[in-house]
Nanobody, 128 residues
């Protein structure tokens, strides 16, 4: 089992930046594929970005491509989401997610049910 704690949310003006962190504990962090999702009020939880176990493969939702960057530091058991050029539409609770490595399985999914563990969420609010 792995525990995830996501932090770094806050209130920012449109065009600003934030960096979210997801700290993991409990198991070998490098054995987990990681992702970020977000959920706006009254809406479903949507895929934002994913990164593979070693950090050399990433994927992004079209809506954040070119503005957000996902990364991880396996030595620190931490994943990051650098968010630049923020827009009011980016306002949501952001959740980090993890899935244990399974040989023969794809390294990421945009489906939230594919992930095994979740952080508690961190609120990001972008004002216009």
């Amino acid at each position: 089992q792995v525990q995830l704690v996501d932090t770094g949310g806050g209130l920012v003006q449109a065009g600003g930046s934030l960096r979210l962190s997801c700290a993991a504990s409990g198991r070998t962090f490098s054995n987990y594929g990681m992702g970020w999702f977000r959920q706006a009020p009254g809406k479903e939880r949507w895929f934002v970005a994913a990164i593979n176990w070693s950090g050399d493969s990433t994927a992004y939702a079209d809506s954040v491509k070119g503005r957000f960057t996902i990364s991880r530091d396996n030595a620190k058991n931490t994943m990051y989401l650098q968010m630049n050029s923020l827009k009011p539409d980016d306002t949501a609770v952001y959740y980090c997610a993890a899935r244990g490595r399974r040989y023969g399985s794809s390294w990421y999914s945009t489906n939230m049910n594919w992930y095994d563990y979740w952080g508690q969420g961190t609120q990001v609010t972008v004002s216009s």
